[in-house]
């Protein structure tokens, strides 16, 4: 429900937006379902606000949050060949912003995009510095 959302919102976003905004929700999405040990009657809420200049989804679920581990690393799921993880990296690389804060037994993880915005890793260190 949540992809199908943003996709709706596709004719009115960059088309690069729109297809990272689909992409990024999945994760958030699928990390809360998979990850966040969460009771079969649980619920998932997802939020989205967009305006001409930022799109914002956030993803929030009362699951067990994030562990010690780094929420951008990846990991090989046991028994499996299979990477996982992969989820919170994406994010970290594609969204302009995001974030995550866990308050109350919530998590909620967010993300903005921005239609011309220049991610920050993609800034060269000396066009990043003011002169």
């Given at each position: 429900m949540?992809?199908h959302?943003?996709?709706g ?14 992409l ?10 998979r990850?966040?040990g969460?009771?079969v ?34 990991r090989?799921?046991?028994g499996?060949?299979r990477a996982?993880?992969?989820?919170l990296f ?7 912003r995001?974030g ?9 993880v ?17 066009a990043?510095?003011?002169?």
């Amino acid at each position: 429900m949540a992809r199908h959302a943003v996709a709706g919102l596709a004719p009115f976003l960059d088309p690069a937006v729109a297809e990272n905004a689909e992409l990024l929700v999945s994760e958030l999405v699928t990390n809360s379902v998979r990850h966040a040990g969460l009771p079969v009657d649980a619920t998932i809420e997802f939020s989205l606000r967009a305006t001409r200049d930022v799109l914002m989804v956030e993803v929030a679920d009362a699951g067990r949050g994030f562990d010690d581990d780094s929420p951008t690393r990846w990991r090989t799921e046991d028994g499996s060949e299979r990477a996982s993880g992969w989820g919170l990296f994406l994010v970290e690389h594609i969204a302009d912003r995001w974030g995550a804060v866990q308050m109350d037994g919530e998590t909620r993880v967010w993300f903005e995009l921005r239609p011309g915005a220049q991610h920050p890793a993609a800034v060269a260190p000396e066009a990043a510095v003011a002169h």
